[in-house]
């Protein structure tokens, strides 16, 4: 994931991710990929972010 995020900044991109299930976003938060990655509740707030 980290990999394909550093390409995508490459070309000016970002990666926004859709995580629904608490039991996954507690890994985020305790790896700090929180910090790295937008993550949002549902797919409209991920678009949102993106304009």
Known sequence: MIGGLKRVRE???S????????????????????????????EDAAMKALV
């Open 11 to 13: 070309h000016g991109g």
């Open 15 to 42: 990666v926004n991710l859709v995580c629904t299930n608490p039991q996954i976003k507690k890994i985020f938060d305790i790896t700090g990929l929180v910090k790295i990655f937008g993550i949002f509740e549902s």
